[in-house]
């Protein structure tokens, strides 16, 4: 297939002779490990006092942790292509699941050849890659227009096996690599939905399940909490057959790891909403000798930022065409980092399934976020969209919530935020007051400023991506003085 000109520009402008001729030593290797749908309060470091996250809590001993990582989007696939292009999903046009990644826009496993990087993908389906298992029809779309271009942007491309294969096939691949420094994404299936029923020998206790206020306090949420929590402790042993391959072979000391989740939870108020525990997952990185170990950072960074880091560790300069910026001076704690003011995550279609009369927003829902250190503004564009949790809503919670609802018996607050219709065009939240984003500020005079700016800083992201959607000013109405950019 041949390389579209604006990528076969950029690829050669990194493969100069004066980038590749920088380096005096061997640039680090580069491991991404993501667990699927894990929000960042499920796990000890990050301050659950039940959890069972032993490595995960080590790692962070070892390295630093992240506590406002936000992923670009909170589903699989949007989220995923902006960590491999340091660019939103909206302007990689990732939207749908059955789109692959389109060929023109490079990834960062191909940026990374560019300094002799042996590249790889391992385990659960990487979602960037069009449908995992295509109908007879999309598959021809597929191989008709040569759209499933991953075999050729990696050296090696192993989807699927279980968990206890992980390390088999980090050994083998690191082997492969041979004297090559290497980048290596691991993609693990928990704790992602199906959550299994005695998943660990030793089960978490519904009972001791802290309950977010988002969240009634029901038998059927706190056992399917417990049971996601068991999966996160599965996750977490998992994590650990990643580093201590590294150790093993003796290579830890010049490898860079990012440990993140793709997206939050499943439940109410996360998987697919914009909402903090759709968006708002762990975060750790260790690298011995460059990263202080125990250290924390409280900066927003944005899922688009994870490509122009590794980009920037591996030394290579980051492409003007991604919006996301390296954090790597955070990690080592160099004075020179400028943090951002604001991270902006897009809600988009979700699934492979058509839209009929009855789909609902689990299925297709479209909003967009803007959100700085204090407050947050969502627009949805969908309103009239029936709410309904991605993938768990048949579980004893879900189907235990609406029963509430049906009786009356459920919070108000909670009767607002999963049963209006319409609900709110506009949602604007103090974090600091209302952590738990159930309080809409939206229109209030005393909040008119901090409106205005989320509204500004979102309007400048729309435009710049390429948005398909509206923005949120009226243009035939724009605001006069014309608010200052950032």
């Known amino acids: 297939m041949p ?37 960042r309060p499920h796990a000890g470091c990050f301050g659950n006092p039940v959890i069972q996250t032993p490595v995960i809590d080590r790692m962070a001993a070892d390295g630093i942790k992240l506590d406002h990582m936000f992923t670009a989007a909170p589903q699989c696939v949007p989220s995923r292509s902006a960590l491999l292009t340091g660019r939103s999903p909206v302007a990689n046009r990732m939207g749908r699941f059955a789109s692959p990644m389109p060929p023109e826009i490079p990834t960062l496993p191909e940026l990374l050849r560019q300094k002799n990087y042996y590249t790889g993908i391992a385990r659960r389906y990487f979602h960037l890659d069009g449908v995992n298992n295509p109908t007879a029809l999309t598959r021809r779309i597929y191989e008709d227009n040569d759209m499933r271009t991953w075999s050729k942007r990696v050296d090696s491309l192993h989807i699927g096996g279980n968990r206890d294969q992980t390390a088999h096939l980090f050994n083998q691949f690191i082997d492969s690599a041979g004297t090559r420094p290497f980048f290596y994404w691991v993609n693990f299936s928990d704790p992602h939905h199906v959550w299994d029923r005695n998943a660990i020998p030793k089960p978490h206790d519904p009972a001791r399940i802290p309950l977010p206020p988002h969240l009634p306090d029901l038998p059927g949420v706190r056992d399917d909490l417990a049971r996601y929590y068991d999966e996160i402790t599965r996750a977490d042993e998992e994590l650990g057959f990643v580093l201590s391959t590294l150790e093993k072979r003796g290579i830890a000391e010049n490898t860079l790891v990012l440990f993140m989740g793709d997206n939050g939870h499943a439940f109410p108020h996360g998987k697919g909403s914009l909402y903090d525990p759709g968006l708002n997952v762990p975060c750790l990185a260790c690298w011995p000798g460059r990263i202080r170990p125990g250290s924390a950072s409280p900066q927003l960074l944005s899922g688009e930022d994870v490509t122009p880091t590794f980009l920037d560790a591996a030394g290579l300069p980051v492409p003007s065409s991604m919006s996301g910026r390296s954090f790597l001076p955070l990690l080592e704690g160099r004075p020179n980092y400028q943090p951002r003011s604001h991270i902006f995550a897009a809600r988009l279609p979700h699934g492979n399934s058509n839209y009929t009369a009855e789909t609902k927003a689990s299925t297709f829902d479209l909003s967009r976020c803007a959100r700085s250190r204090t407050h947050k503004l969502i627009w949805n564009y969908t309103p009239y969209q029936e709410y309904w949790p991605v993938d768990s ?94």
């Not at 990194?14 to 749908?37: E, F, K, M, T, W």
């Open 3 to 39: 390389v579209p000109p604006r990528r076969r520009d950029l690829l050669a402008s990194l493969a100069s002779p004066a980038l590749l001729s920088g380096a005096q030593q061997r640039p680090p290797n580069l491991v991404l490990v993501l667990s699927d749908d894990h929000s």
């Open 393 to 486: 809503a048949r579980d004893a919670g879900w189907q235990q919530i609406l029963a509430a609802h049906a009786a009356g018996k459920l919070a108000p607050e909670l009767d607002r935020a999963y049963f209006s219709r319409p609900r709110p065009v506009v949602e604007l939240f103090d974090l600091a007051k209302d952590p738990s984003e159930l309080d809409n500020l939206a229109g209030r005079p005393e909040y008119a400023a901090i409106e205005l700016d989320l509204k500004t800083a979102l309007q400048e992201k729309m435009v710049k991506d390429y948005d398909f959607l509206p923005p949120p000013f009226d243009e035939a109405a724009a605001p006069n003085p014309v608010p200052a950019l950032r």
